[in-house]
């Protein structure tokens, strides 16, 4: 039998592994982690039988078949180990060559921030059992990615996939993808609605190991901000090895928005880790930014400075005219960046 060896991180050569189709050319450490997860648990639980080596071991890693198994790898975090945040879609309103519609994955608790075009780019980073998509609102470009859940699901299926979003817009949406004119198949979801019970101020939902809460804003039709916060119990917060308690981790995503300005929102949003937020204008535009309930670029400066976040990133970027930021602009205190398709910010 192999002899069995503790989880530990290990070290792979990234072009053996470009080789074998596991990454692209911008490397997804998450699925070298997931693969020396699955090594470990094959050693742990004696299942290479006594004629296997490690060699053989790692042919068998190599089948995505096998990496990207229904049942999920034994906890196998490394000792730095970060919660990850991957950008399928960073787009406002519609596609361009380089950007899709808003989407963004959490893989360790199985949370998608909405479900624009990005959504295609998420079968192989589904590591849990469960997915769970928080809607900010229902305009097109945030939900057209529901649709492409067949495909992504007879990809990688998973037990369950929950809907969250306000009651009234879900039943719109289902209405408008329960008709055979527009979309023939139902989907293979269940719907959750935020606002019921509870209002906004009471509301707190567990959702994969995070707790989630959240507030209206401003913008045609209306939309919600989130905010998500891992105990630092979440085994994304703590080593594995030692099982020493990490810091906690807090996100704060607020989309198609004219910015918070009320104080009791404000301190809401306060002391993020991340600061995940609309800029699809730019300073010059304010005029356009306040008509259609967007934010330009020295609001939110603005909002930064009055909830002081870990660190600022900028999307939701217009399609046909992009955001420029300066280097080391005076007015974030923070680093504060513009995101782009296929970017991985841990934290």
């Known amino acids: 039998m192999v002899e069995r060896r503790k989880c530990q991180r290990t070290i792979i050569d990234r072009q053996s592994w470009r080789s074998h189709g596991l990454v692209t050319s911008k490397i997804a450490l998450e699925d070298v982690f997931l693969a020396t997860a699955w090594l470990d648990r094959l050693r742990m639980l004696d299942l290479a039988g006594p004629a296997d080596d490690d ?20 906890c196998c975090y490394p000792e730095s180990f970060t919660m990850q945040l991957h950008f399928l879609g960073t787009a406002g309103y519609h596609p361009s060559e380089t950007r899709h519609t808003s989407c963004y994955f959490l893989p360790e608790s199985g949370i998608l921030l909405d479900a624009g075009t990005g959504i295609f ?15 900010s609102h229902t ?3 945030h939900i057209v990615g529901l649709t492409f859940l067949l495909d992504i699901l007879y990809q990688r299926p998973v037990e369950s996939v929950r809907v969250w979003g306000e009651g009234e817009k879900l039943v719109a949406v289902r209405t408008l993808l329960g008709s055979q ?6 989907l293979p979801v269940t719907w959750h609605a935020i606002d019921d019970p509870g209002d906004e101020l009471s509301s707190r939902l567990s959702i994969g190991g995070a707790e989630v809460t959240w507030r209206r804003q401003a913008h045609p039709g209306g939309s919600v ?23 906690t981790r807090s996100l704060v995503y ?49 909002i930064s400075a009055a909830t002081e976040p870990g660190r600022v990133l900028l999307t939701h970027i217009n399609p046909i005219d992009e955001l420029i930021l300066e280097t080391d602009d005076p007015r974030f205190k923070m680093p504060c960046e513009i995101v782009s398709d296929g970017l991985v910010v841990e934290f």
């Open 181 to 186: 004119y527009i979309f023939p198949v139902e």
């Open 55 to 74: 060699n053989e071991l790692e042919t068998a890693l190599l089948n995505p078949l096998l990496v990207h198994a229904n049942s999920p790898p034994l």
């Open 254 to 302: 607020a989309t198609d928005t004219a910015g918070a300005s009320e104080q009791p929102i404000l301190q809401w949003m306060h002391g993020a880790d991340v600061l995940l937020h609309e800029c699809n204008f730019h300073d010059h535009q304010r005029e356009w930014a306040e008509k259609t309930g967007h934010c330009y670029l020295n609001r939110v400066a603005e």
């Open 121 to 135: 780019r998420l079968p192989s980073l589904l590591k849990t059992s469960n997915l769970d998509i928080l809607l």
């Open 225 to 247: 901000a989130y905010r998500i916060d891992w105990p630092d119990t979440h085994p994304a917060t703590k080593s594995a090895e030692t099982g020493n308690v990490g810091q």
């Open 139 to 141: 305009h097109l470009d």
